[in-house]
Structures are given as structure tokens and as C-alpha cells.
Nanobody, 126 residues
Framework: QVHLVESGGGLVQAGESLRLSCAAS????????MAWFRQLPGKEREFVAA????????WYADSVKGRFTISRDNAKNTGYLQMNTLKPEDTGVYYC???????????????????WGQGTQVTVST
């Protein structure tokens, strides 16, 4: 069992940055992949980024590539999402997810991930 708590959301202006954190409890974080998804107003939850268990492999949605960076510190049982050059269309609730058995071909599918945090709100104003 893994318990996840996101933090770091807030209200920023377009062009500014935020760093989200995902603190995990449980013994399997260091051997599990981690992902960030977001739910924009009126839309379904969508994939943002993922990282494998040791941080060596990452994947990004096209909409955030070059602006967002996913990382993890297994010693601290924490994952991160650095978000730069934020845009109003990035506004939404951001969720982290963890699972120890998601193959690369399924990482963009929210249903493939078993453990989720409660979400943190990110609002980007013009």
C-alpha cells in the first residue's frame, strides 16, 4: 500500500514557475514508477509526465515537453514536477500516481496506475 500527498500548488501568473511535490509513504516507492496527471476544468484526467523507478527514463505529454520536468528522490520518498513558463491552459488539479507494474506502453493511461494522491490545485492567471 502506498499513500501519496501532493503539495506545491497555488496561484501564479503566466510565465511563472511552480514545483509540485509528491510525498509517498510505504515500502515500494523506490521500486515503483511515478506519474503526474492533471484534470483541467471540464475535461477528463490527462497524462502529464512519468518517470521510472530509478529516474533514468522519463516521458512527457507533448503539451508540456520542454516546460515541465519530472524527477524523484528515492532517499526522501518524494517525487517532483518542476513547471516552468506556465500558461493559463495549465490550470487544473494535478495528481501524482505510483505503481510498480505499469509498462511503458500504458503509462499515459490513468487506469493503469493503482495509487493516487488527493490532488493539488494549480491556477495560472493571465
Amino acid at each position: 500500500q502506498v499513500h501519496l500527498v501532493e503539495s506545491g500548488g497555488g496561484l501564479v501568473q503566466a510565465g511563472e514557475s511552480l514545483r509540485l511535490s509528491c510525498a509517498a509513504s510505504g515500502p515500494t516507492f523506490g521500486t515503483s514508477g511515478m506519474a503526474w496527471f492533471r484534470q483541467l476544468p471540464g475535461k477528463e484526467r490527462e497524462f502529464v509526465a512519468a518517470v521510472n523507478y530509478n529516474g533514468e527514463n522519463t516521458w512527457y505529454a507533448d503539451s508540456v515537453k520542454g516546460r515541465f520536468t519530472i524527477s524523484r528522490d528515492n532517499a526522501k520518498n518524494t517525487g517532483y514536477l518542476q513547471m516552468n513558463t506556465l500558461k493559463p491552459e495549465d490550470t487544473g488539479v494535478y495528481y501524482c500516481a505510483v505503481d510498480d507494474n505499469v509498462p511503458p506502453r500504458l503509462i499515459r493511461r490513468s487506469s493503469a496506475w493503482d495509487y493516487w494522491g488527493q490532488g493539488t490545485q494549480v491556477t495560472v492567471s493571465t
